[in-house]
C-alpha cells in the first residue's frame, strides 16, 4: 500500500493517496477544492519498480520485519509508522482504515470498503 503525494493544480494544497497496486492509479482528487487536477509528486518514498524495492525504500528494513499483509493489525502497525514517516495528516479516511484494520478487519475487504481496491471487472476484452 504505497502512498502517493499529489499537489492540486488548482490551489496547490498537497495531499496524499494510499494506493494498492502500481497498475491501478486512482484519479486523485483535491480533499479541499474538489479538483481532480493534481500532478504527482515524486514521493519521498517510492522509486516505483517493484512491490519489494517499494518496501525496501519505504523505510528502514527493521521497521518492516514485522509486516505480515495478510494480519490487519499488523497492517496497520505498518500504516501508522508509515504515516509517522511521512509526517502528515493522511486524513479521516487514512484514521478509519487503520482503525478498522485495528479492529481485524481483512486488509482486502477494508480497501475494497474504503474504495481503494479496484473492483474486479476481469480484462476488458471478455466484455
Ligand atoms: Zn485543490
Known sequence: MPIYE?????CQKRFNLLIRGFSSLPSPRCPLCGSERADRLISR???VRSEESQLEALADPSQLGDL????PRSVARWARKMS?????DLGPEFDEMVG?????EDPESVERAMGLAE????PPEDL
Open 6 to 10: 499529489y499537489r492540486c493544480l488548482n
Open 45 to 47: 518514498f517510492s522509486v
Open 68 to 71: 505480515d499483509e495478510n494480519d
Open 84 to 88: 509517522k514517516q511521512v509526517g502528515e
Open 100 to 104: 478498522r484494520l485495528e479492529a481485524g
Open 119 to 122: 473492483p474486479d471487472l476481469g
